[in-house]
Structures are given as structure tokens and as C-alpha cells.
T-cell receptor
Framework: EDQVTQSPEALRLQEGESSSLNCSYT??????LFWYRQDPGKGPEFLFT???AGEEKEKERLKATLTKKESFLHITAPKPEDSATYLC??????????????FGKGTLLTVNP | GAVVSQHPSRVICKSGTSVKIECRSL??????MFWYRQFPKQSLMLMAT?????????EQGVEKDKFLINHASLTLSTLTVTSAHPEDSSFYIC????????????FGPGTRLTVL
């Protein structure tokens, strides 16, 4: 069974204080690892897809990296508007056309001004 | 691009009634749509996967007679919660996969269901 564990559960930062969120995963045959941002009462917003170990992707203050066992979401000089829950999900190779995502519980990030 | 909408955004109903939630892909054709449920401070749990024109595939433990899914076109899927009970109260979110080979799922804004 695919498993995704995110840490920490909650992270409080001061504006400008860089940090990283962790996503550890266990999956038999990784097809892709996904990062989403979710604001309270809203659906997840797509951020990144990573496919192979060593891959990195960047968007504004966010950078996602991938190894064979985990992914990191690095946040550089965060702003209060970066406050949200960040979700990690994995997609495994399965028979047929199954594109099922298995999500972690997320990291609640709060950035104080 | 890749915008998914849901309607309604919020619904309150009495126990025993049925509720229909619509999920639409606005600017792309969605070969596959997914329905998730999210309880407070919990992660998204996949309920079912639906492909246009065929029966939905339900995850283990999800009652297919209670949660009816119809994917009649490449831009519309509906979830009907039949004979709703208070324990069905939750945040229901749909997602859509763009194209036949695309991996990324784009999510709708969610529907908050409260059953009294």
C-alpha cells in the first residue's frame, strides 16, 4: 500500500525566514510526486509534479526536490500570503490507466508578518 | 487554463434526502474525473474514479449505492449522495485529469455538505 508522511504537521515562520517541508513516501513504482497548496475551505491548487530522483522545480519562492525516498518543498523568504496547507501526493504505476493519487496529511504553514 | 468548477459550494440538507454535486472542467476535456472526501484536519481520501461513458470505480469501503457517480460527458461529472445522514457531512472535492496521458489532477473548489 502506498504511504505518504509529511512533516512537520505545522510550521510557523517569520516573514523572510526560509525553511523546508518534508514528504516521505513508500510506493511500488513511482509514476509522479505532486505538491499542492490548499487554502482553508478551498480545493487544492497544483504547484509541481516531479517524476525522477534528482529533479527540481521552482516557482517564485518555492522549490521542490525529489529523491528516491522523499521530497522537499523549500520556501525562500516566505511572505504572509504563503500561509496555507501544503499537500504532497504520490501516483504509482498500476495496471490499466489508474492515475490514483495518495495524499499525505499536509503541513500547515503560517507566516507571520 | 485547467480550471475545474463545482456546484454548489455549500449545501445544507435534512437527513434522508439526496444531494447532487456537479463538477465541470471549464477549459479542457477531462478523460477522467475523481471524487474525494476530506474531513477536518485530515487529508483527501479518494472515493471513486470515473471515466467518461463508463461506470465509476469505487475505493474499498465506499458504498456505490449511496454515492452515485455519473460522468456523462467529457466536461461534467456528478456525485449524488443518496439518503444522506449526518455522518455524510464533509467537504467533497472533485478533480479532473486533462487528456489521455496527462498525470496531473486539477481540483475544484469543493462542496461543503452539512446533513442535519
Amino acid at each position: 500500500e502506498d504511504q505518504v508522511t509529511q512533516s512537520p504537521e505545522a510550521l510557523r515562520l517569520q516573514e523572510g525566514e526560509s525553511s523546508s517541508l518534508n514528504c516521505s513516501y513508500t510506493v511500488s513504482g513511482l509514476r509522479g510526486l505532486f505538491w499542492y497548496r490548499q487554502d482553508p475551505g478551498k480545493g487544492p491548487e497544483f504547484l509541481f509534479t516531479l517524476y525522477s530522483a534528482g529533479e527540481e522545480k521552482e516557482k517564485e519562492r518555492l522549490k521542490a526536490t525529489l529523491t528516491k525516498k522523499e521530497s522537499f518543498l523549500h520556501i525562500t523568504a516566505p511572505k504572509p500570503e504563503d500561509s496555507a496547507t501544503y499537500l504532497c501526493a504520490v501516483q504509482a504505476y498500476r495496471g490499466g490507466s489508474n492515475y490514483k493519487l495518495t495524499f499525505g496529511k499536509g503541513t500547515l504553514l503560517t507566516v507571520n508578518p | 487554463g485547467a480550471v475545474v468548477s463545482q456546484h454548489p459550494s455549500r449545501v445544507i440538507c435534512k437527513s434522508g434526502t439526496s444531494v447532487k454535486i456537479e463538477c465541470r472542467s471549464l477549459d479542457f476535456q477531462a478523460t477522467t474525473m475523481f471524487w474525494y472526501r476530506q474531513f477536518p484536519k485530515q487529508s483527501l481520501m479518494l472515493m471513486a474514479t470515473s471515466n467518461e461513458g463508463s461506470k465509476a470505480t469505487y475505493e474499498q469501503g465506499v458504498e456505490k449505492d449511496k454515492f452515485l457517480i455519473n460522468h456523462a460527458s467529457l466536461t461534467l461529472s456528478t456525485l449524488t449522495v443518496t439518503s444522506a445522514h449526518p455522518e455524510d457531512s464533509s467537504f467533497y472535492i472533485c478533480s479532473a485529469r486533462e487528456g489521455a496521458s496527462a498525470d496531473t489532477q486539477y481540483f475544484g473548489p469543493g462542496t461543503r455538505l452539512t446533513v442535519l
